[in-house]
């Protein structure tokens, strides 16, 4: 399907590259064209569209991507919050998920998805429990889905990592990929992180897991190897082709010089660790250091929301406070944590930026609304006053999943509440 887009603001997040009005045109699930007024003038004299798009001088931009999601956990949002971390988790979602079923799982990612469109979310990094059911319910909603292995001593195996790494990136099914990972060192035996390594060498793979996430994770694994959990992690090979950390809130010097020399992305989750109580990481350490940063949500029983606009806010709201300096963290700099950044971390440079050859990956924000005028500068309108309200309509790989508040996943929203209240009342019971 071809499509044009006139009468645009065009934000493309390549380097160095201002704001324009011009036009985008998408062919199928590519870019086919970005460029002036003029240079589209010129270019369409002979060009005929199946849709054009009047964008009334709102603005396109490259989707967000979400570099650390759980989607599934829509089951537990708000059903344990205001309890200590490990008491949230112990006691209340390891129980609920042990009576999830991949069915359950494929039903609760769509639900996720609709929220995800709604922020301008385009891609996701989803670490979760039945990698086969998550990746059926992002291909058939058109989400674009990179999943990360979730290997520990009780769910995940390790012939389930080597079978989804294999079965997942292939040139079959473009909206899903996967990386190697681990859930976190404190749930991975010495010996299951060995064998491990020796998987990661086999297929000399990046490696993404929780990391640092909380004081008592980094004091434990002091404690048990004498090492904190990125030099322990690093010194059993783990690190090796790079990948990167969730989180990554507490951390030293030797840490930090290590995820620079590893090529290591780091993922922070500001939302998720205010709510748990697990710190602010040290954003603008990182940028000084050349180490990237990009940004998730982490899962909607510890965020709760999905909302990338109230993460870009706080990444940098929080790193003004830490560092008592109004100056940190810019909010371009954020912009490119939501965007560029999410998508390298994830493997999907052709999703970073809207250029000819991009996947057509394209959000539009609405300026005709009071928490985007004046117009003074529209990147920082985005990330200290913008909302999901400004969301106007959210495009992946070609396709337009979300405008003006409608769905378009091949599934009704209604249908997907009243799976998700089924799916709640039948473990609810199961529990009691």
Request: glycine share 6%.
């Amino acid at each position: 399907m071809n499509i044009r887009f006139y009468n645009a603001g065009i934000l493309t997040m390549e380097m160095g590259k201002q704001i324009f009005n011009g036009e985008i045109w998408t062919n199928d699930d590519k870019i086919s064209f970005v460029g002036t007024d003029d240079e589209a003038a010129k270019a369409n004299i002979y060009k005929s569209f199946d849709r054009e798009i009047d964008c009334k001088h709102n603005l396109l931009m490259p989707g967000f991507k979400d570099a650390h999601t759980h989607s599934a956990m829509t089951l537990t949002r708000s059903l344990a919050d205001d309890l200590p971390t490990q008491e949230w988790l112990n006691n209340k979602i390891f129980p609920v998920e042990a009576h999830m079923t991949e069915d359950d799982i494929y039903y609760l990612t769509k639900l996720a998805i609709l929220e995800y469109l709604t922020s301008g979310i385009t891609s996701i990094f989803d670490m979760y429990l039945t990698p086969v059911s998550i990746a059926k319910a992002c291909r058939e909603a058109g989400m674009r889905c990179v999943q990360v292995g979730g290997l520990n001593n009780f769910s995940q195996s390790l012939e389930l990592v080597e079978q989804m790494y294999n079965e997942l990136n292939t040139d079959e099914d473009p909206l899903n990929s996967y990386y190697m990972g681990i859930h976190a060192e404190y749930t991975c035996s010495p010996e299951l992180l060995t064998k491990f390594s020796e998987l990661v060498h086999k297929y000399k793979a990046p490696v993404y897991t929780h990391i640092a996430e909380t004081k008592a994770e980094v004091e434990g694994c002091i404690e048990r190897y004498g090492m904190s959990p990125v030099k322990y992690l690093s010194s059993m090979g783990l690190f090796d082709f790079g990948g990167g950390g969730y989180h990554l809130v507490h951390v030293n010097e030797e840490d930090m010089q290590i995820l620079k020399e590893k090529n290591m992305y780091v993922v922070t989750n500001p939302a998720s660790n205010l709510k748990l109580a697990s710190g602010i990481a040290p954003i603008t350490q990182y940028l000084q250091r050349g180490i990237p940063v990009a940004l998730g949500t982490d899962g909607p029983s510890s965020n709760n929301c999905l909302d990338f606009f109230r993460e870009m806010f706080l990444v940098t709201g929080l790193a003004k406070v830490r560092d008592n300096d109004a100056s940190a963290v810019d909010a371009m700099e954020v912009l490119k944590m939501a965007t560029v950044n999410g998508a390298h971390a994830m493997g999907l440079e052709k999703c970073d930026s809207l250029a000819v050859g991009k996947q057509a990956d394209i959000i539009m924000i609405d300026l005709d609304m009071p928490n985007m005028q004046p117009i003074n500068n529209i990147c920082k309108n985005i990330v200290y006053s913008g909302s999901k309200q400004n969301v106007k309509m959210t495009m992946i790989a070609g396709v337009i999943r979300y405008e003006d508040g409608k769905f378009n996943i091949g599934v009704e929203p209604h249908d997907l509440y009243n799976k998700a209240e089924e799916i709640k009342l039948r473990i609810r019971s199961q529990l009691n």
